[in-house]
């Protein structure tokens, strides 16, 4: 069961971005920066979640770039001014991980745990059982527990999600929510 008291900066965070950090659109892709919108807390939530946990990752499926409806370096033209704006506003995100395969089951894909594997070989600190993923779909979650992670579901685009769910630890309404209760349980 997860604690938020249990939390130290031995722990890792790992975030989705769509639905989580930004704006999701609906049935449809975010294709470059213009239309990448982050959500009015996110960037204060960043650097408290900075205060808790030692490393914080991104991990997002981005099939648009499977479906040739952006590149990759339009990927990279969002996620590099992301992590700058949140590093002006005194936040840090070490990497953003993303799969843009099309196939529901790639290893790689969300709810399959590929990309937690890939930033656990980026860092070695990085423990499973000390690891939280925060997501806004129950793939998000799933994800999680596919890895050995405990799970944060945010109601931003899915709040008639049933709670409690055999997926979900804790739910808040925001990632600013969430940031919050980690920084007020660990003071």
């Given at each position: 069961m997860?604690k ?13 971005r ?9 049935e449809?892709y975010i ?5 990448f919108e982050?959500y009015?807390d996110?960037?204060q ?10 490393t914080i990752v991104?991990a ?6 499977g479906k040739n409806?952006?590149?990759?370096a339009d ?8 992590l700058?704006?949140i590093?002006a ?6 990497k ?9 089951d790639s ?5 399959q745990p590929?990309?937690?594997?890939q ?7 990085i423990?499973?059982?000390k690891?939280?993923m925060?997501?806004?779909r129950?793939?998000d ?7 050995g992670?405990?799970?944060v579901f ?6 008639d999600?049933p709670f409690?769910d055999e ?6 309404n925001?990632?600013?929510?969430f ?6 349980t660990?003071?």
């Amino acid at each position: 069961m997860l604690k938020l008291t249990d939390i130290t900066s031995e722990w890792t965070l790992f975030l989705d971005r769509d639905g989580v950090l930004n704006h999701e659109k609906n049935e449809d892709y975010i294709r470059n920066w213009s239309e990448f919108e982050f959500y009015p807390d996110t960037l204060q939530a960043i650097p408290l979640l900075n205060q808790c946990f030692g490393t914080i990752v991104v991990a997002t499926n981005q099939k648009g770039v499977g479906k040739n409806l952006m590149t990759e370096a339009d990927l990279y033209g969002i996620h590099q001014p992301m992590l700058q704006q949140i590093e002006a506003a005194g936040g840090l995100i070490k990497k953003v991980y993303y799969c843009t395969d099309l196939a529901d089951d790639s290893p790689n894909r969300k709810p399959q745990p590929g990309m937690a594997f890939q930033a656990k070989a980026d860092f070695a600190s990085i423990d499973f059982s000390k690891t939280i993923m925060v997501g806004n779909r129950i793939s998000d979650m799933k994800f999680g527990r596919n890895a050995g992670m405990f799970t944060v579901f945010l109601a931003t685009t899915h709040p008639d999600t049933p709670f409690p769910d055999e997926c979900i630890d804790l739910r808040f309404n925001s990632l600013y929510h969430f940031a919050l209760a980690c920084t007020h349980t660990n003071k």
